[in-house]
């Protein structure tokens, strides 16, 4: 199934999921540019809409493929006249929008390899990541400039930092591109040449490059279609409040969706429950990638449906498991279904669901998608039971899957094993193949003989009106080991207290197991989170092993 074939075949035809899978097989291009997969398609099409652009001063912008591939091109131009050669590294440092999309769009019709790097990072990690990659050129936005240029001194390798807005000396305007012409034809590169490169956003040390080739785009249009029930039509409007910087940004939306030729919704304001339902209702969003976290925070806004006129079709959701009451809550306050899937930055869209072609369990990931070899192993590399806990591990040969750890051979190896690439997820499987997804390995629970997987717990506990948030963690025992402890976060309206954590204990207890529920519960006022919005257990566990 070859890329065009992936955009045009009718998934739906297949039935089910067992056929699906069984007529599935991958047919990568030998050559390929991930540029050329938007501008082939839509070069001439003016009056298609490409993205709508919420500005953080209350503006809103349309614009159409045929402006947004002219302006990528004259990016092209430009780059090319800084010096940029096939696999350079290129970062940008921005909010959504169109120069972004259109920068992605330019660095790789360059062969060169596009390094977004999130707004919200400190000079630290820019310094980290900029000297660990090499990168020769960075496009930045004005207001997030500072950092940069703070450590711009230790990086002599960054030949250029190009501002969108009013440079600095020594610094050029990313509006100099305006008088590059708009024509530009995308380098001759093999679906295996570099073509981004993305730092994991690891809790403890530094972060470690992903390096992925234009292949990468492949293995998304397939998993994009399935986890957003297949079939789009001319009223599809994609839209996250994910940064572009991440995966959940870029690739499980922007991408993809510019070479479905739909529009994506691209918004400058930081993300506030208030202001998604904004944003949705007001651009028509039909397809939306939203993470638990964010859907926590949002189910807690009073009569959604009504107030912002949405036309949520579906939600796709992934990093952490989405509670059975937060499914419940979007099919009968916003008329939507949530299809979860898994995957990491390294090799994506493991596992996961599909309404239109296969039912989804609450609480479970779903079933391995078409072209992934996927399995549960123990400790000796053998397969686990149903029911056993095991590591998530697939099979190379994915097109999602990273050519390698940047400059890291050691790291690139460490995930192999004896045939696998091994996930360090720690996961359970029912009878049907569905995997339920418990925790990362590091973050399992140890008390007393037993492994006690966090989203579990966290799942049953959020199920509870008073609770907003949760994060459960281990915590040092003397007699068990650890324990279970949960952080939680109220409700609007709630207090806590010993009656309240005898409830959440004993709701524990009830549906999980008697061994599972949190020995110690405190409440807190806010959860910390990583720089991609996921619950920062590392830190909340090495915080209660110092206490």
């Given at each position: 199934?070859a890329?065009?074939?992936?955009a045009?075949t009718?998934?739906?035809g297949?039935g ?6 069984e007529?599935?097989?991958w047919?990568?291009p ?6 050329s997969?938007?501008f082939?398609r ?11 652009v919420e500005h953080?001063?209350g503006?809103?912008?349309t614009?159409?493929y045929w402006r947004?591939i ?5 990016y092209?131009?430009?780059l090319?006249?800084?010096g940029?050669k096939p696999r ?5 440092v921005?909010?959504q ?5 259109a ?8 062969g060169?390899?596009?390094l977004?790097?999130?707004i ?17 050129v960075?496009v930045?936005?004005e ?8 450590v711009?001194g230790?990086?002599p390798?960054?030949n ?12 050029r305007s ?8 708009p024509d530009?034809d995308?380098?001759d ?5 570099p ?8 809790s403890?040390?530094h ?10 785009l ?7 279609k399935?986890?957003?029930?297949v079939?789009?039509?001319e009223a ?10 991440w ?7 922007l991408?993809?969706?510019?070479v479905?030729?739909?529009?994506v919704?691209a918004?400058?304001?930081r993300f ?10 007001r ?6 990638f939203?993470t ?6 949002m189910a807690q ?5 009504p107030r912002?006129d949405?036309d ?7 990093g952490?498991?989405v509670?059975?009451e937060?499914?419940?809550w979007?099919e009968?306050?916003l ?6 899937f ?11 669901g599909?309404?239109a072609l296969?039912?989804?369990r ?12 996927v399995?549960?192993l123990?400790?000796?590399?053998g ?14 040969g994915?097109?999602t ?7 890291n051979?050691e ?10 690439i091994?996930t360090?997820d720690?996961?359970?499987i ?14 399992m629970v ?9 989203a579990?717990?966290e799942?049953s506990?959020?199920r ?6 949760v994060?459960?963690?281990?915590a040092?025992?003397k ?5 279970v402890?949960a952080?939680?976060v109220?409700?609007d ?6 009656d309240l954590?005898k409830?959440l204990?004993?709701?524990?207890k009830t ?13 807190v ?6 720089s991609t ?13 110092s206490?």
């Amino acid at each position: 199934m070859a890329l065009m074939r992936i955009a045009e075949t009718d998934l739906l035809g297949f039935g089910s999921y067992e056929a699906l899978v069984e007529g599935f097989e991958w047919d990568i291009p030998e050559r390929m540019n991930m540029a050329s997969e938007v501008f082939d398609r839509w070069s001439g099409d003016r009056g298609r809409i490409a993205l709508y652009v919420e500005h953080a001063d209350g503006r809103r912008d349309t614009w159409s493929y045929w402006r947004l591939i002219r302006l990528a091109k004259r990016y092209a131009n430009f780059l090319v006249s800084l010096g940029v050669k096939p696999r350079d590294r290129v970062s940008q440092v921005m909010p959504q929008g169109a120069e972004l999309a259109a920068l992605h769009l330019a660095v790789y019709s360059v062969g060169a390899t596009a390094l977004p790097m999130s707004i919200l990072y400190g000079p630290d990690s820019y310094r980290h990541i900029l000297s660990d990659s090499g990168a020769s050129v960075i496009v930045v936005a004005e207001p997030y400039a500072d950092p940069i240029r703070s450590v711009r001194g230790d990086l002599p390798g960054l030949n250029e930092v190009v501002i969108s807005g009013q440079p600095a000396d020594g610094e050029r305007s990313l509006s100099e591109a305006d008088g590059y012409p708009p024509d530009f034809d995308p380098v001759d590169t093999s679906s295996e040449d570099p073509a981004l490169l993305l730092y994991t956003s690891g809790s403890t040390g530094h972060p470690k490059g992903a390096l992925h080739a234009h292949r990468i785009l492949e293995g998304y249009l397939l998993t994009f279609k399935l986890f957003f029930n297949v079939e789009f039509d001319e009223a599809t409007v994609f839209y996250t409040p994910s940064d572009w910087a991440w995966v959940g940004g870029l690739l499980d939306i922007l991408l993809p969706a510019l070479v479905f030729g739909r529009p994506v919704v691209a918004d400058e304001k930081r993300f506030s429950a208030e202001r998604a339902f904004e944003v949705i209702g007001r651009n028509g969003v039909t397809h939306a990638f939203l993470t638990p976290t964010a859907l926590k925070v949002m189910a807690q806004v009073p009569d959604p449906g009504p107030r912002f006129d949405l036309d949520l079709r579906v939600i796709a959701s992934g990093g952490e498991s989405v509670a059975d009451e937060l499914h419940k809550w979007s099919e009968r306050d916003l008329g939507s279904v949530i299809n979860e899937f898994y995957g990491l930055t390294e090799v994506n869209h493991l596992v996961g669901g599909c309404e239109a072609l296969w039912s989804g369990r609450p609480g479970w990931m779903g079933l391995p998608y078409p072209g992934r070899e996927v399995a549960l192993l123990d400790e000796n590399g053998g397969e686990t039971s149903v029911g056993e806990i095991g590591e998530i591990a697939v099979r190379p040969g994915d097109p999602t899957q990273m050519l390698e750890y940047w400059g890291n051979p050691e790291a690139t190896a460490g995930m192999r094993r004896d045939g696998w690439i091994m996930t360090g997820d720690q996961a359970t499987i029912d009878a049907d193949g569905y995997i339920r997804f418990l925790g990362r390995d590091d973050d399992m629970v140890a008390s007393a003989g037993y492994r006690i997987g966090p989203a579990e717990v966290e799942e049953s506990l959020v199920r509870h009106p008073a609770v907003a948030e949760v994060a459960v963690i281990p915590a040092p025992d003397k007699i068990r080991g650890h324990v279970v402890k949960a952080m939680v976060v109220l409700a609007d309206g709630h207090q806590g207290g010993d009656d309240l954590t005898k409830e959440l204990q004993s709701q524990v207890k009830t549906q999980l197991a008697a061994y599972k529920y949190p020995r110690i519960v405190e409440y807190v006022d806010s959860l910390p989170k990583t720089s991609t919005g996921k619950l920062n257990r590392k830190l909340l566990a090495a915080q209660a092993r110092s206490t």
